[in-house]
């Protein structure tokens, strides 16, 4: 569940609207369709290593 305050935080009353999250994660999603490993190069926005996925 997402926290109240969260809500609250981007402007949607909590007493009206609730929400669920969930998700395996950046990191993860990287790792499967970039086939790419080392998530601190994607981060580094090095572009000779982000041009290799146009």
């Known amino acids: ?3 109240p305050n969260v809500l609250r935080n981007v402007g949607i009353d909590p007493e009206e609207y609730s929400g669920f999250a969930c998700g ?3 990191r993860a999603f990287n790792d499967v369709t970039l086939q790419c490993h080392g998530f601190t190069f994607i981060l580094e926005n090095d572009l000779r290593f982000l041009k290799q996925f146009k």
Do not use: D, E, L, P
């Open 1 to 3: 569940m997402v926290h």
């Open 24 to 26: 395996n994660g950046r």
